[in-house]
């Protein structure tokens, strides 16, 4: 008998499930974070994500303290295998082993089943709204390894048949005709905001008796033109940036990082420079942060401006200005940008994406004692600084010659930290700025009834200035649109949501969940989806959704977003 110790022969209840289990766990583990970090790194790729990440891990030690007791206790938990020698494998210890590892098999596959019934199935990433109030609480029901495995191998953009064809387009097509050529040919400036929502607003968000945190641009929306409820079409910044300038909503996954960015696309700038107009887009940080230049020249820019040439012009402060972590900040990057606008040939159209109003949420040091920190939202101060920045851009722009020819568009690329439960709810998360300021009056000034999105900024300009070809674009026209046509969309952790006059519903692909009349109801506490006086509107409401679901899917998957002669 020999008592020679060999870790080959280990009963099979000792080695089978912790083997197994730890491979499986580590594969699952390594996949998640294959997941997760390739999509921060692919996304911050340029950036110093080194010192991004530091900066979360000090500002969240918590969760790094909390991880580091769960390794501990998982570690001084587990029941380490115990070695044996070849005669204390008994038959039974096999037999014992084999059935309990069977059982442990069966239970598993009818937990994950939810049952044992044959006509049970497991569930879909959307039934998690049967359980959860809001898909804002999705999140709560669902686990990233669950929603990973049940995504995986599928397509992005399913193919959806709600209607024919034929009956599709007559409900809703995202291609705008042809319209008389504007001939005075103004200027275009896109202003993206980071990280603003309307609640800042004191103009928008319907508190007179509170003070907002963006007063200048409080005034500029009193002299342009807004609207009653304006909404985000997406929650990051690479979302709006696709809503804004393509005319794309976040409907799946951000456009940007999906196979569908392989897509031919037009963007409004790629439209004006049909037209002769010269472009150019500004972003203080990094060159590549965000891929935000590859973005650029993809929808129509032929120029790009970031921290390279702000350094490189000497009449500016170079990397002194540069705030240690994103970019340039915003006051002087501002201050550039209306410089390098006179320098471009008229007419032109270009873009400037803020970054200051960004975590870890700091103010240059000279302005720290005037934007103190204010209550429990670190964000405030930010809002209130780019807003100052924004002034003193204003009151150098509209001293060139080109101001009085310009027409100025604002918008977020997404909202932040809300302080009020309105903003709060599925809807107020996506509340963002939207308004159009004409310095020459020409355009309308007034806040108008009716809904806006970011996607409906590209119709709108090409409408207005005159863009005589056909195009696609998935918003609408808001100067040509009646108020009770205007629509937003949505898609909040799989569940679309869709505003349309005084309602807003919740679908999540088959069926509507819920619906809600947002302003009476702001909390969106009161599900509507029973009361048969409401039905026909909730019901034309959904076949207006799909319509534009399949429309979307469709042309994602057949690279149909331009349009062809």
């Not at 204010?374 to 002034?391: F, Q, V």
Request: charged letters at 20%.
């Amino acid at each position: 008998m020999t008592t020679n110790k060999i870790s080959s022969i280990i009963p099979v209840r000792e080695w089978l499930l912790p083997v197994a289990g730890n491979l499986t766990l580590q594969m699952l583990f390594l996949g998640i974070c294959r997941v997760a970090f390739m999509s921060v790194f692919t996304e911050f790729r340029n950036d110093n994500v080194t010192d991004i990440l530091g900066i979360e891990f000090l500002s969240h030690w918590y969760f790094i303290l909390l991880f580091l007791v769960m390794l501990v206790a998982m570690w001084r938990l587990y029941r380490q295998p115990r070695f044996c020698t070849e005669d204390s494998v008994t038959t039974r210890q096999l037999i014992q082993s084999v059935v309990m590892t069977l059982f442990v098999a069966v239970m598993t596959i009818g937990g994950i089943r939810g049952g044992f019934d044959p006509e049970q199935r497991p569930i879909n990433n959307k039934d998690a709204k049967e359980y959860a109030p809001h898909p804002i609480h999705s999140a709560l029901v669902l686990n990233t390894p669950y929603s990973i495995i049940r995504t995986m191998g599928k397509s992005a953009f399913p193919h959806l048949e709600y209607y024919g064809e034929a009956e599709a387009e007559s409900i809703y097509s995202p291609v705008h005709p042809a319209v008389p050529v504007n001939p005075s040919h103004p200027n275009v400036a896109i202003i993206i905001l980071e990280s603003f929502g309307s609640e800042y607003s004191a103009y928008l968000n319907g508190r007179p008796e509170e003070k907002g945190y963006m007063p200048f641009l409080d005034s500029l929306m009193r002299e342009g033109l807004t609207f009653e409820s304006t909404f985000s079409n997406g929650h990051s910044s690479i979302d709006g940036q696709a809503s804004v300038h393509l005319s794309v909503p976040l409907m799946v996954i951000s456009f940007f990082t999906s196979h569908a960015a392989l897509n031919e696309v037009r963007g409004v700038a790629t439209e004006l420079r049909d037209m002769g107009y010269h472009t150019a887009y500004f972003h203080g940080a990094d060159n590549g942060s965000l891929g935000l230049d590859g973005f650029a020249k993809s929808v129509g820019y032929d120029n790009y401006y970031g921290r390279t040439e702000y350094n490189e012009d000497s009449r500016f402060g170079g990397d002194k200005d540069f705030d240690g972590m994103w970019a340039i900040w915003d006051e002087p990057f501002l201050q550039f940008y209306a410089t390098k606008m006179t320098e471009l040939k008229e007419p032109f159209i270009t873009t400037v994406f803020t970054a200051s109003s960004h975590h870890p949420y700091h103010v240059p040091e000279q302005y720290a004692a005037v934007y103190p920190e204010e209550g429990t939202n670190p964000i405030h101060k930010c809002i209130r600084y780019t807003d100052m920045s924004l002034r003193k851009f204003f009151e150098t722009a509209s001293r060139q010659p080109w101001y009085s020819n310009t027409i100025f568009v604002f918008t977020s690329d997404h909202t932040n930290i809300p302080d009020h439960k309105e903003f709060s709810t599925d809807m107020g998360l996506y509340s963002a700025p939207i308004f159009f300021y004409d310095p020459s009056g020409e355009m309308p000034r007034e806040r108008r009834a009716g809904i806006a999105q970011q996607i409906d900024i590209m119709p709108t300009l090409l409408g207005y200035l005159g863009y005589n070809k056909p195009y696609v674009a998935f918003g609408i026209d808001l100067l040509n649109t009646p108020s009770e046509d205007t629509w937003a969309v949505t898609n909040n952790n799989g569940i679309y949501q869709f505003v349309k006059g005084d309602y807003v519903i919740h679908f999540d692909g088959t069926h509507t969940k819920a619906a809600y009349n947002y302003k009476k109801d702001w909390l969106l506490e009161h599900n509507l989806i029973s009361d048969p006086a409401l039905r026909p509107t909730f019901q034309s409401m959904e076949r207006t959704l799909k319509a534009i679901i399949q429309s979307y899917m469709q042309r994602m998957t057949e690279n149909n977003l331009i349009v062809r002669e």
